[in-house]
């Protein structure tokens, strides 16, 4: 334990005794640690001393000082950072001068008086050995810390074992903020609420932009978060983020740049080594949508457990700026959903097949990493392809939208061959088409498109479009007409209703949700 004015006034040997009253002293300052303890009995010992220490004197330069001088002599004491001052008592004078001890309790000095029969130079022993053994438990607790990190590291998930380990030994929030920004590891998790998470990824992001090797540290709430990136300039692999960053000694910093190399280390070897093991998925995906499943299961039990059962999910998704986040990601969830989750990258595109119970995992891709995903029905392994290629379909659906999202091919599906118009050149035709009405409605803010929407929706039925859209049937009637004129067709017939539901779904304008129609009267479309 590092000394501080506490320990030293509990040990009995030393017989020290404290000068005034506890509470008048700054909060915590019989527990600031004592660096060191030196005799000086100048008139100001300051220029030769460090702060955090105990001075002591027996006081020869209070002899015939004139008035302000025990004042003057504190003030600069406490402004070099001194933490007490102990005073000889009987070696030139009984008891302690009154002008020292009111000078210390107005400057909120902790005062000691050292009697006659301690030596200084036990004191001076006491500190020296009590920080020598701090130091030595130190060195010692930062050697087992560094053998239990080698050992962490030497487990199959080496790196989440080593991050794990720094945490447990520091006692401290530990995190790895990936190459694209996000947080991919962290212990122990749910420490940080969003808006310190938030806050350390916005320091991490800013620290990958710069693209150079760097260390900051953020402010998170009430404590310092120190981030430091991985990997060499110019190709960052991640940042390594670590709590309390104020509170480490030499001690902790050292074990946490031991760490520091370690988890850059390991990025970069597994850089090499992903880019095998992608290759390897690649291959394996092919020969699943050639057909044969039961090599790819053999093998894929060797490197990463077994394939889903089957039938699965096909899913297709767009490949982000930072592909290699998302596939560090995944790599997670496969040892997460061992024998239920794998994906390959194929091209500018990664294709996930997964147990049809685990379908929630495509919208936490989406949501996480952003990206447009296509989902297949259910297909058994030896027609992969089939699966692949809705799959695929739906994804192209998907990348259409302003903001990415996942699209099932069920959904697409449900709404006929027609919606398949919405990816060909029919989608220009058809905005032409409803350019008359979907210009009246822009100019005049009717709403002629979605109520016509509404109306085939309802198979032609006037009341019951009006019922949802809120309206009189009249005013659904009214709008009808108004469109034809604004057409030049006859919507009574089924081949201009077709039509127009077919450019309604290649525009895209038959997703939207019904009732958006406006309340008016019947005379007003």
């Keep these: 334990?590092?000394?501080?004015?506490?320990?030293?006034?509990?040990?009995?040997?030393?017989?020290?005794?404290?000068?005034?009253?506890?509470?008048?002293?700054?909060?915590?300052?019989?527990?600031?640690?004592?660096?060191?303890?030196?005799?000086?009995?100048?008139?100001?010992?300051?220029?030769?001393?460090?702060?955090?220490?105990?001075?002591?004197?027996?006081?020869?330069?209070?002899?015939?000082?004139?008035?302000?001088?025990?004042?003057?002599?504190?003030?600069?004491?406490?402004e070099r950072g001194v933490v007490g001052l102990g005073f000889g008592t009987e070696v030139l004078r009984d008891?302690?001068?009154?002008?020292?001890?009111?000078?210390?309790?107005?400057?909120?000095?902790?005062?000691?008086?050292?009697p006659y029969p301690t030596p200084f130079i036990a004191i001076e022993r006491a500190v020296a050995a009590d920080v020598a053994a701090e130091a030595y438990a130190r060195r010692t607790w930062a050697l087992g810390a560094q053998r239990a990190l080698a050992l962490a590291a030497l487990r199959p998930d080496g790196l989440s074992a080593t991050?794990?380990?720094?945490?447990?030994?520091?006692?401290?929030w530990v995190a790895l903020v990936g190459a694209g920004g996000r947080i991919e590891r962290e212990y122990p998790a749910g420490e940080l609420d969003a808006a310190g998470i938030e806050v350390v990824r916005d320091g991490a992001r800013e620290l990958l932009r710069r693209g150079q090797r760097a260390s900051v540290a953020v402010q998170v709430g009430p404590e310092r978060v120190s981030l430091h990136t991985l990997g060499i300039g110019g190709a960052l692999r991640g940042v390594l983020a670590v709590g309390g960053a104020d509170r480490l000694d030499q001690a902790g910093r050292g074990v946490m740049t031991a760490v520091i190399a370690m988890a850059g280390l390991a990025l970069e070897q597994h850089r090499h080594l992903d880019r095998a093991t992608g290759l390897l998925r690649t291959a394996l995906l092919h020969a699943l949508l050639g057909g044969d499943a039961d090599h790819p299961d053999a093998f894929a039990r060797q490197m990463w457990g077994p394939l889903p059962a089957g039938?699965?999910?096909?899913?297709?998704?767009?490949?982000p700026e930072s592909v290699d986040a998302l596939v560090e990601w995944l790599e997670l969830q496969v040892d997460a959903r061992e024998g239920a989750l794998f994906f390959a990258c194929d091209d500018d595109r990664v294709v996930l097949c997964l147990d049809p119970s685990d379908r929630s995992l495509v919208d936490e891709v989406s949501a996480t990493f952003r990206v447009a995903i296509g989902v297949a029905d259910p297909a058994p392994w030896h027609d992969l392809a089939r699966g692949h290629d809705e799959a695929r379909r739906a994804h192209a659906r998907a990348a259409e939208a302003r903001d990415p999202r996942v699209v099932r091919f069920d959904d697409i599906a449900r709404q006929g061959v027609l919606a398949s118009l919405a990816g060909t050149d029919a989608r220009e035709i058809a905005r032409a088409s409803l350019d008359p009405i979907a210009a009246h409605d822009d100019a005049e803010g009717t709403a002629l498109v979605a109520t016509l929407r509404t109306w085939l929706e309802r198979n032609g039925?006037?009341?019951?479009?009006?019922?949802?859209?809120?309206?009189?049937?009249?005013?659904?009637?009214?709008?009808?007409?108004?469109?034809?004129?604004?057409?030049?067709?006859?919507?009574?017939?089924?081949?201009?209703?077709?039509?127009?539901?077919?450019a309604l779904l290649a525009t895209g304008a038959a997703d939207a949700s019904p009732g958006s129609g406006r309340a008016e009267s019947p005379s007003v479309p």
Aim: aromatic share 6%; proline share 5%.
């Design 163 to 172: 991050l794990a380990e720094l945490s447990r030994q520091l006692g401290a």
């Design 461 to 502: 039925q006037f009341d019951a479009a009006a019922r949802d859209l809120g309206v009189h049937r009249h005013t659904v009637r009214a709008r009808v007409q108004h469109a034809e004129r604004l057409l030049g067709r006859d919507l009574s017939t089924f081949h201009a209703r077709a039509d127009l539901w077919a």
């Design 311 to 319: 039938p699965v999910h096909v899913a297709v998704a767009s490949a």
């Design 95 to 114: 008891g302690t001068p009154e002008s020292l001890v009111a000078a210390c309790r107005s400057r909120r000095l902790p005062l000691v008086e050292v």
């Design 1 to 78: 334990m590092h000394p501080t004015l506490r320990t030293l006034l509990d040990r009995r040997e030393l017989d020290l005794r404290l000068v005034g009253d506890q509470d008048a002293l700054r909060a915590g300052a019989l527990d600031a640690p004592v660096d060191w303890a030196h005799a000086s009995d100048l008139a100001d010992p300051t220029p030769f001393l460090d702060g955090s220490g105990l001075l002591l004197t027996t006081g020869r330069q209070f002899e015939g000082a004139e008035p302000g001088f025990a004042d003057d002599y504190v003030a600069r004491l406490v």
